[in-house]
């Protein structure tokens, strides 16, 4: 079908018609597509429209325009999961057909802020336990967590025995974890957390900020996990109420 016999805006049309180039492998993952003058002489369309459609294909996160280089296709994301799913990034990457790693940065025991009494409900609350890892699929650097939790819940050497900070506090505390109330925002540069998980600079990474509850409402484990957003994308399932 010629484009301008869609009755839809014309930039949908291009979009679309971008996608299935990318899905048939004319545009190629990570290769620059061809130059704006080119691709609008090549779908028919002005390079306003072109660049309106390339507007929305990079909010999706299917393409990434740099200034003064050109429009690249994004790597398509290994690792897909719904956001109301409290799964781990352990059953994440198992699910992709991935070898999932661990590797552990740091251990500390830290005085309790007045933030985290209020976060995890007790105002005793002397020191908190905080660990860092990465976590790799086929030795390859995906995410960058950060967890803490009281210290009485988690310690290393329990997580070594019981593989999984979920498990080690909920034996240690004798409590069930049933939910999380997450926010994921979008990170730019930083330096530290960049050179772990190997990104180039004008890579984005998500920041999926986690509190993890038990039935009674009562807070036990804080996450920071940084996902590699070429590796990862995830969905939220909303149903009119």
């Given at each position: 079908?010629?484009?301008?016999?869609?009755?839809?805006?014309?930039?949908?049309?291009?979009m679309?018609?971008?996608?299935?180039?990318?899905?048939?492998g004319?545009?190629?993952?990570?290769?620059?597509?061809?130059?704006?003058?080119?691709?609008?002489?090549?779908?028919?369309?002005?390079?306003?429209?072109l660049?309106?459609?390339?507007?929305?294909?990079?909010?999706?996160?299917?393409?990434?325009r740099?200034?003064?280089?050109?429009?690249?296709?994004?790597?398509?994301?290994?690792?897909?999961?719904?956001?109301?799913?409290?799964?781990?990034?352990?059953?994440?990457?198992?699910?992709?057909?991935?070898?999932p790693?661990?590797?552990?940065?740091?251990?500390?025991?830290?005085?309790?802020?007045?933030?985290?009494?209020?976060?995890?409900?007790?105002?005793?609350?002397?020191?908190?336990?905080?660990?860092?890892?990465?976590?790799?699929?086929?030795d390859?650097?995906?995410?960058?967590?950060?967890?803490?939790?009281?210290?009485?819940?988690?310690?290393?050497?329990?997580?070594?025995e019981m593989?999984?900070i979920f498990?080690?506090?909920e034996?240690?505390s004798?409590?069930?974890?049933?939910?999380?109330?997450?926010?994921?925002?979008?990170?730019?540069?930083?330096?530290?957390?960049?050179?772990?998980?190997?990104?180039?600079?004008?890579?984005?990474?998500?920041?999926?900020?986690?509190m993890?509850?038990?039935?009674?409402?009562?807070?036990v484990?804080?996450?920071?996990?940084?996902?590699?957003?070429?590796?990862?994308?995830?969905?939220?399932?909303?149903?009119?109420?």
């Amino acid at each position: 079908m010629n484009l301008r016999e869609d009755a839809r805006h014309l930039y949908l049309q291009v979009m679309d018609k971008i996608k299935a180039g990318i899905e048939d492998g004319l545009y190629k993952e990570e290769e620059k597509l061809p130059s704006e003058y080119e691709l609008s002489k090549q779908l028919g369309v002005s390079r306003a429209t072109l660049r309106e459609a390339l507007r929305m294909l990079e909010e999706d996160n299917i393409v990434t325009r740099r200034h003064g280089v050109g429009t690249f296709v994004n790597t398509k994301p290994l690792f897909q999961a719904g956001i109301e799913e409290l799964s781990s990034v352990t059953q994440m990457i198992k699910q992709s057909g991935k070898k999932p790693g661990t590797q552990y940065i740091s251990t500390d025991i830290l005085d309790a802020t007045e933030q985290e009494k209020r976060d995890f409900s007790n105002p005793d609350l002397e020191y908190v336990t905080a660990i860092e890892r990465i976590r790799t699929a086929d030795d390859v650097p995906v995410v960058f967590c950060v967890d803490k939790a009281p210290a009485s819940y988690l310690s290393l050497e329990k997580l070594r025995e019981m593989a999984s900070i979920f498990s080690t506090i909920e034996a240690a505390s004798e409590k069930q974890i049933t939910y999380a109330v997450a926010n994921i925002e979008p990170i730019t540069y930083h330096e530290r957390i960049y050179s772990i998980l190997q990104c180039t600079p004008d890579q984005p990474l998500l920041l999926l900020k986690q509190m993890h509850y038990t039935s009674n409402d009562e807070g036990v484990l804080y996450s920071m996990n940084y996902f590699r957003a070429d590796m990862f994308s995830f969905q939220v399932v909303r149903r009119r109420l």
